[in-house]
């Protein structure tokens, strides 16, 4: 019998940052996995980021993951998203290599010293006196641990669905986890049935490109990690994607079959994603739209495979036949592999803490598609946070929690054991209440010190992270503090953008506020910008010109703050508090809040509620302390 500090069990996004965070940082970590040739793979969309995904990566960067050093070996196409728009909902995506982005991720965790890769399936977890105390392996052999993270992904009980055709497993070519399954059911997990899809693949010869709209990617992209260690970036070449539109004959062709569909017959009984449907549910619950736009995207440099990005599908396979063969472009067009639906088990993610630990089974985590999300960015961030603090529970350190005024990561975990989900949780700008503070740009200078702090982001890495600090810092303070006397070029420019220069000195500052300021028109001021590159010049004039609205909401973070910091005793009896509804009390004995700010964002509880709350706790305290003293 061999001991581990932390047993991962899945290889997935969320198995493989949690498995490298608990490593990394030195506990003793075995990942097991049914097949470790298959680590890392990217099983629906050749793609990283994305609106709100973005933001993931690089929070998970910044704190020392490995997905966005990942996503830049493998990038064949960078586009930030919302670049016209302001800074608190720009994101950055990048087109991925299928096969290269895996080998990557296999290379790295191949050689991270404290790591080992088990080829096996967990058949169960062993538990003592509410404790964890190792894992069962399906060949009957035994491995201690007393800190399991569950990364199971879409393999629990899974069955995917081709039409009528069913077949047991979470990914194509690969099996599923039935017993692991049943092993959490009787533990006392509340389990509920998930659904997810996959578009067909086709042979890129077979489509006429020259009916498509061409989409390239950012001429100057901005790498995806902080701390990415590039000979030349970008490292790979870059090519296009394509754009092409479902039409009236599209839709007639599904609709006539929606009674083959395991959507509509009743045949699934899980519930999919709302915000990423499948083409039969876009063409039931968008009858108006006359066309759904398809986004063609290359699965790899040395690959003939293209991802139909927005025809997620599981009908038959002789009416996915039909109904591509009437989307322009698509004509011709040869099915490399077809689209399907995948149903599986997930638990209810409010038996979790912030920790992702389990409220009744101590050193019991999980993390990623098991917790109900969807989406490669929120495994691989809920995965990172689950590994950390299961390495931290190994060697009896404090745990480390975001909360919601730290960023995205601390959102979605937020959302989760709070509201649990009822379909597929998807990370978006609008979850984030403060998203013009948490922004992309700046998740290293939010995050990077915790990195560092907890040991996951090395020397070098907190060296550089420094370095950009101060440079911010001094090119913020050239800013702010350079004021400018008016010449007779400058007035005219004065002028024009309402400054009187006989009377006011001009400061940097003041003039950032003004939306049609940038850098350029600073230095034609005679304002000078010391030599940087672009990402310090973009972080200063964003911390600059928003910086009213910066402050706005940093004050009223730290007003919520005082709430969101106040711990609500494990062994609170919540029944047991007068001027609150029994409707209340059920939901707050079902989602356990840990601290009263989590309290605040259940639903339905009211303020009147919170007040109560409050009430009992401190007058628990008092006569705690009076009895202590008598």
């Known amino acids: 019998m061999v001991d581990y500090d932390v047993v991962v069990i899945g290889g997935g996004h969320a198995g493989t940052e949690a498995a490298y965070a608990s490593a990394r940082m030195g506990s003793k970590t075995a990942l097991i996995t049914l097949d470790p040739s298959r680590i890392g793979v990217l099983s629906c969309n050749p793609a990283m980021g994305g609106l709100a995904k973005g933001q993931l990566i690089k929070e998970i960067d910044a704190l020392g993951g490995i997905m966005g050093r990942m996503t830049d070996r493998s990038a064949i196409q960078y586009r930030r998203l919302n670049s016209s728009k302001g800074p608190a909902v720009r994101s ?50 035994h491995i201690r641990t007393q800190n399991v993270i569950v990364t199971s992904g879409t393999f629990l009980k899974a069955v995917m669905h081709f039409g009528e055709e069913k077949r047991k497993g979470g990914r194509l070519g690969d099996q599923g986890a039935d017993s692991l399954s049943d092993g959490l059911k009787a533990l006392g997990f509340r389990l509920r049935r998930l659904k997810t899809g996959t578009p067909p693949r086709l042979d890129k010869k077979t489509i006429q490109w020259d009916k498509a709209e061409i989409q390239w990617g950012d001429s100057n992209p901005i790498p995806f990690s902080f ?27 599904i609709e006539r079959n929606f009674s083959r569909s395991p959507m509509f017959n009743g045949q699934i009984t899980g519930i999919g994603p709302r915000y990423c449907p499948s083409i039969e549910d876009k063409v039931s619950r968008f009858r108006d739209k006359q066309r759904h736009q398809i986004f063609l995207e290359p699965e790899g440099l040395n690959s003939d495979e293209i991802y139909v990005n927005g025809i997620s599908t599981s009908l038959p396979k002789d009416v996915q036949e039909a109904f591509v063969h009437s989307i322009e472009g698509l004509e011709e067009a040869e099915f490399k592999k077809f689209g399907y639906a995948v149903e599986y088990d997930a638990i209810d993610a409010r038996d979790l803490s912030s920790t992702l630990e389990s409220k009744e089974i101590s050193g019991l985590f999980f993390a990623g598609q098991v917790n109900g999300t969807s989406g490669y960015e929120e495994a691989g961030g809920q995965g990172l946070i689950a590994g950390i603090n299961a390495c931290l529970r190994a060697q009896e350190r404090d745990p480390f929690r975001l909360t919601r ?16 989900s009822d379909e597929p949780y998807r990370m978006f700008t609008s979850r984030c209440e403060y998203r013009l503070l948490q922004r992309e740009d700046n998740a290293d200078l939010r995050l990077s010190q915790y990195g560092f702090d907890l040991g ?12 950009k600090k101060d440079r911010v810092n001094v090119l913020r303070g050239t800013l702010t503090d350079h004021y400018v006397l008016p010449s007779e070029k400058q007035s005219l420019l004065f002028e024009k953008w309402g400054f009187n220069p006989l009377k006011d000195r001009v400061s940097g500052e003041s003039l950032m506020k003004r939306p049609e300021i940038s850098f350029p028109h600073l230095e034609e001021l005679g304002i000078k910008i010391i030599e940087t590159d672009s990402v310090i010049r973009e972080q200063v004039e964003i911390q600059v010109k928003y910086s009213g609205y910066i402050q706005r909401d940093m004050d009223l973070m730290a007003g919520i703050q005082k ?51 409050l009430i009992y706790l401190k007058s628990k305290t008092n006569r705690e302390i009076n009895d202590y003293r008598s």
Not at 130 to 140: E, I, P, W
Not at 405 to 420: N, S
Not at 591 to 609: K, Y
């Open 92 to 141: 950055s995506r990048a087109q991925c290599d299928k096969d290269l982005y895996p080998q990557e991720v296999q290379n790295c965790l191949f050689h991270v010293e404290h790591l080992s890769i088990l080829s096996a399936e967990v058949t169960n977890i062993e538990i003592k006196f509410n404790r964890v105390s190792g894992v069962t392996l399906a060949d009957g052999s």
């Open 227 to 253: 701390y990415q260690k590039l000979s030349r970036f970008p490292y790979l070449p870059q090519v296009p994607c394509h754009i092409t539109y479902t039409n009236e004959r599209t839709h007639e062709i």
């Open 405 to 420: 005024m730290d960023g995205y990561l601390g959102v979605l975990i937020d959302d989760l054991i709070l509201k649990g």
């Open 456 to 467: 996951l982001l090395c020397l070098e890495d907190f060296e550089k992270f420094l370095e």
């Open 563 to 613: 709430n969101e910091s106040l711990k609500i005793p494990k062994n609170t009896d919540f029944s047991g508090i007068g001027g609150i509804s029994n409707e209340i009390k059920g939901r707050l004995k079902e989602t356990r809040p840990e601290t009263i700010g989590q309290l605040s964002r259940i639903q339905g509880v009211t303020p009147a509620a919170v007040a109560n709350v």
